[in-house]
């Protein structure tokens, strides 16, 4: 990674509170990354490929970071940002780098570091998933919460991609729940809301969450994460309406407004139990104007906003 990406206006050299994300960051390997926001990019859209979407999310950390860097950093004084590089997949070996991935989270977990993950298709969340569990152990309960137009339950027997990752860890997880926000109810088969059902998933529709209608959502996400040992945070930026959100795999023309999202961010970021956050399916090689790219960059600024608020 080249630290050119960090790289920003400057006000000031040394007042601190003058300073932007390219001003604070350290770059280090993830074995040294500790006590810290860690940021690790997930160069990956083989998830994505496999489940015909259009391509280009590999190219999202990257243009991700370039965006956060311009960004105040509004934190406490002790509040530190290590970026520990970018985790590839070669080829098409999405499950190796899926393993990657875990091995990285688990790390940063370990070393009392917030992982930060920048996808990516939203097959990062099963590396993200692996690393937490790994760090947790078998017996803890994880609560998974997707801010997603889409359930991502299809079936993995014959190969998994960006739609399999939450069934494969339902059926293989007896000790997670899986909490979707932003459902869109024409975005997904009947077969899919049914597998719902089946596996115990707790959703809410796209159209169910609206202004004057969000404090109930917020207080099902408040029972939920209550009732789990751990929680982890996983974003796949299609669920934003595609006027705020061109670039990205799926655009949904119903999406969500980019405020409700940030209040979920918000939400769930600042819970005490929350330990990660991935951001996934932006995509800019379909971007117009870098609008998906500086809107996902500011959802990562609220979610470390979050964790920082709990540090």
Same mark, same amino acid.
């Given at each position: ?6 790289? *920003? ?32 990019? #997930? ?75 920048? *996808? ?6 099963? *590396? ?35 739609? =399999? ?23 997904? =088969? ?33 029972? #939920? ?87």
């Amino acid at each position: 990674m080249s630290e050119s990406i960090w790289s *920003g206006r400057i006000d000031d050299t040394a007042d601190r509170s003058a300073f932007r994300y390219h001003q604070v960051v350290e770059l280090k390997d993830v074995r040294e990354a500790k006590d810290a926001c860690a940021i690790v990019g #997930f160069e990956c859209e083989e998830g994505v490929r496999r489940n015909k979407g259009r391509l280009g999310a590999a190219q999202a950390p990257d243009a991700l970071r370039g965006e956060i860097a311009k960004l105040p950093w509004r934190f406490p004084e002790n509040g530190r940002l290590v970026d520990v590089g970018n985790i590839a997949c070669v080829g098409e070996a999405l499950e190796v780098a899926q393993q990657q991935l875990g091995v990285a989270v688990s790390t940063l977990l370990s070393n009392r570091s917030t992982p930060i993950i920048l *996808g990516g298709g939203h097959e990062t969340l099963y *590396g993200h998933y692996l690393g937490v569990r790994e760090f947790l152990g078998p017996d803890a309960s994880l609560g998974i919460v997707n801010i997603d137009a889409h359930f991502d339950l299809r079936p993995y027997d014959e190969q998994i991609s960006s739609g =399999t990752m939450f069934r494969q860890i339902l059926e293989q997880d007896a000790n997670v729940g899986y909490f979707v926000a932003g459902i869109q109810r024409y975005g997904n =088969t009947q077969e899919l809301f049914d597998r719902a059902d089946a596996l115990g998933v707790e959703y809410v529709h796209e159209d169910e969450m609206i202004a004057g209608q969000l404090e109930k959502l917020m207080d099902s996400l408040d029972a #939920f994460m209550d009732k789990h040992d751990a929680v982890l945070l996983t974003l796949c930026t299609d669920v934003v309406n595609a006027a705020f959100a061109p670039g990205v795999s799926a655009p949904s023309p119903f999406g969500l407004e980019p405020t409700t999202v940030r209040e979920i961010i918000r939400k769930v970021a600042g819970h005490e139990k929350t330990r990660s956050f991935d951001i996934c399916e932006v995509n800019p090689s379909l971007d117009e104007n870098g609008r998906t790219v500086k809107l996902g960059a500011h959802f990562v600024n609220e979610a470390i906003a979050g964790f920082m608020k709990n540090s």
